[in-house]
């Protein structure tokens, strides 16, 4: 069987990646996505995933990478794509689920992979999202 697959969205602003936390099997920290469902694209899915969780708009500007991950669900491919927020200010729209966000340096998503709390994918993007931070100097 493939490995089921989920999409999630890298938002960036001023060298810091937007992650959420999630709190539905204690703490993991990750970008806001989850499954596409069977009617949509993988772009559609993150842009809608991304509403759902942060109450914003976003446009895909492409795909950074794929990204083994497991969840308490079992194991995910995650396809991490590049987003800018359209419209909105990152809210909290699911409170039982996701209490909080942050915006995390690349330091800071380091301690959280090491922690523990950082989610498989992220930590494998992390070389990935290096090379994004650098390129955009802030």
Known sequence: MAMREMTAGIIIRGRRVLLVHNMKHGLRVEPPGGKKEPSEGWEESVIREVKEELGVT?????????????????????????????????????PEKIPSFGWYSLEDMRKAAIEGTLVPNMALALGDLERLLDERGG
């Open 58 to 94: 976003v446009s895909v500007r492409g795909m950074i990478g794929e990204y083994a991950t497991h969840s308490p669900e079992g194991e995910f491919l995650v396809k991490l794509y590049r987003c800018d927020i359209l419209s909105g200010e990152p809210k909290v729209m699911e």
